[in-house]
């Protein structure tokens, strides 16, 4: 190869390589026109959701929270299983709980039947009437830290910065762990009578259906999987997920799971070399790694739940929209007069999840908003199953310009009067400023706002 021909070659790879970050950057995100196909529109948002889910993956957000993940899951898993025996027990099906994770230890290859039996035996040995009243309270709070690290990490995937209050913790936290058991093994169940019924057996033995069923029972395990990963999608996160979006992302985490699963196997059963050198610690480092890699799974197809819901964060390249303070001022307002419309019509207080939906804010900066407005003494939360909010004080004597200089100076919260201070010319013109939007606004209140008497 002479030297004009390797030129030509890196300058050609150059000029493929700015086409690339050129469509990337700039083509990928420009309006799609009105005349291109559906088949189209939908390529091209798939590709925009591909791009935010790698460029968000990289950042290793989610990387340390799967991590984080697995530490809280082997301290939890024992006393999981132990409460899961038990209720399974009291209807005569504690056996099928060992299948599971077997199912679950396959990508360990042989080791995994090992690990399943210790964890089994672990299990039988937790005796709960030797606990005492202390060690079983120690029991059920590793189960609930458990739920309460995944639900944050679950929050942080769907921007929710609150999570479940107290009580709710108790009690949501305990029905997945009570009855979540009993649905899954119902489903296996029903699964299992089906597929064993004399219809079903007879259809078998029939053309076409014979080959049908056989695919159905080769991919029944990815639909188990992605049921499972659907409610939790749907239940974790405090806020409303929608099912088709939970349904899709369950979808990729399941085929991921499945993708995976079989390549880690492969190198579980090529690994001879890790086991001669860490000997009987090689099958804990396996099952934290498989541990890591569920978590992490996981943790995406809700990032694509995430996306499919909202899908205008896809144009906004998975970045956070931040409220500048004139946005926050005229998003933080129209949030005060909707509820005090809502007020004046003697309706029912708007819950978190209605305010989403009208507003079509994120719920991360609604409830920033909202957070302000409460400690600025606008708004009280009411007590109740979902989180809503209603107005603080009478709709009538509530100033416009209050709320304004409320959620103007949000921050300046715990600042010394010294920091705030500046040359008396500057203090002197933004007191004029704050002055005339006075006379402007001339006690307006957020009833006339809310009427529209302003208007006049």
């Given at each position: 190869m002479d030297k004009r021909t390797a030129i030509r070659m890196v300058t050609n790879m150059n000029d493929y390589i700015d086409r690339l970050k050129h469509f990337f950057q700039v083509?990928?995100?420009?309006?799609?026109?009105?005349?291109?196909?559906?088949?189209?529109?939908?390529?091209?948002?798939?590709?925009?959701?591909?791009?935010?889910?790698?460029?968000?993956?990289?950042?290793?957000?989610?990387?340390?929270?799967?991590?984080?993940?697995?530490?809280?899951t082997l301290l939890s898993l024992v006393p999981l299983i132990a409460v899961a025996f038990?209720?399974?027990?009291?209807?005569?099906?504690?056996?099928?709980?060992?299948?599971?994770?077997?199912?679950?230890?396959?990508?360990?290859?042989?080791?995994?039947?090992?690990?399943?039996?210790?964890?089994?035996?672990?299990?039988?040995?937790?005796?709960?009437?030797?606990?005492?009243?202390?060690?079983?309270?120690?029991?059920f709070y590793t189960i609930i830290a458990l739920v309460q690290k995944v639900e944050s990490a679950f929050n942080y995937v769907w921007r929710v910065k609150r999570p479940r209050t107290l009580?709710?913790?108790?009690?949501?936290?305990?029905?997945?762990?009570?009855?979540?058991?009993?649905?899954v093994?119902?489903?296996?169940?029903?699964?299992?009578?089906?597929?064993?019924?004399?219809?079903?057996?007879?259809l078998q033995s029939i053309e076409p259906f014979g080959t049908l069923l056989l695919i159905m029972s080769k991919l029944l395990p990815y639909f188990m999987i992605v049921l499972a990963f659907t409610f939790l999608y749907t239940f974790i996160p405090n806020t409303k997920v929608k099912l088709g979006p939970a349904l899709g992302g369950a979808m990729v985490a399941g085929a991921l799971w499945i993708g995976l699963g079989t390549l880690f196997a492969t190198f579980v059963a090529s690994s001879?070399?890790?086991?001669?050198?860490?000997?009987?610690?090689?099958?804990?480092?396996?099952?934290?790694?498989?541990?890591?890699?569920?978590w992490y799974i996981l943790l995406t197809g809700s990032q694509v739940?995430?996306?499919?819901?909202?899908?205008?964060?896809?144009?906004?390249?998975?970045?956070?929209?931040?409220?500048?303070?004139?946005?926050?001022e005229k998003k933080g307002l129209w949030?005060?007069?909707?509820?005090?419309?809502?007020?004046?019509?003697?309706?029912?207080?708007?819950?978190?999840?209605?305010?989403?939906?009208?507003?079509?804010?994120?719920?991360?900066?609604?409830?920033?908003?909202?957070s302000m407005l409460?400690?600025?003494?606008?708004?009280?939360?009411?007590?109740?199953?979902?989180?809503?909010?209603?107005?603080a004080g009478d709709v009538s004597k509530i100033r416009v310009s209050d709320i304004l200089a409320s959620l103007r100076s949000a921050e300046e919260v715990g600042i010394s009067k010294l920091q705030q201070h500046t040359e008396p010319g500057i203090e002197a013109f933004f007191t004029e400023i704050s002055e005339a939007q006075e006379n402007v606004l001339d006690d307006l209140s957020l009833r006339d706002l809310a009427t529209g008497k302003n208007k006049a």
């Open positions: 083509q990928l995100w420009q309006e799609t026109a009105e005349s291109a196909s559906k088949m189209k529109r939908v390529f091209r948002h798939f590709v925009r959701v591909a791009y935010v889910m790698v460029r968000q993956l990289s950042t290793g957000e989610l990387n340390l929270r799967a991590m984080s993940l697995v530490f809280t038990s209720v399974l027990k009291a209807f005569g099906v504690h056996n099928q709980i060992e299948p599971v994770l077997l199912n679950f230890m396959a990508p360990l290859g042989e080791r995994g039947a090992e690990m399943t039996s210790n964890i089994i035996g672990f299990v039988e040995n937790v005796k709960v009437g030797v606990l005492g009243s202390i060690g079983l309270g120690m029991l009580a709710r913790r108790f009690t949501d936290y305990l029905s997945v762990v009570m009855i979540g058991p009993v649905l093994f119902s489903a296996l169940g029903l699964a299992a009578t089906v597929m064993n019924h004399d219809v079903v057996q007879t001879s070399n890790y086991t001669a050198i860490y000997s009987s610690f090689a099958i804990l480092f396996f099952f934290m790694i498989w541990l890591y890699l569920g739940a995430f996306y499919l819901q909202h899908p205008k964060f896809v144009l906004m390249g998975g970045k956070t929209l931040v409220l500048s303070p004139r946005l926050r949030l005060m007069t909707i509820m005090a419309r809502r007020f004046c019509e003697q309706q029912p207080a708007y819950t978190v999840t209605e305010l989403e939906q009208l507003t079509a804010l994120s719920s991360e900066n609604l409830m920033d908003l909202l409460e400690k600025g003494g606008f708004l009280v939360e009411v007590a109740g199953d979902k989180i809503s909010y209603t107005l």
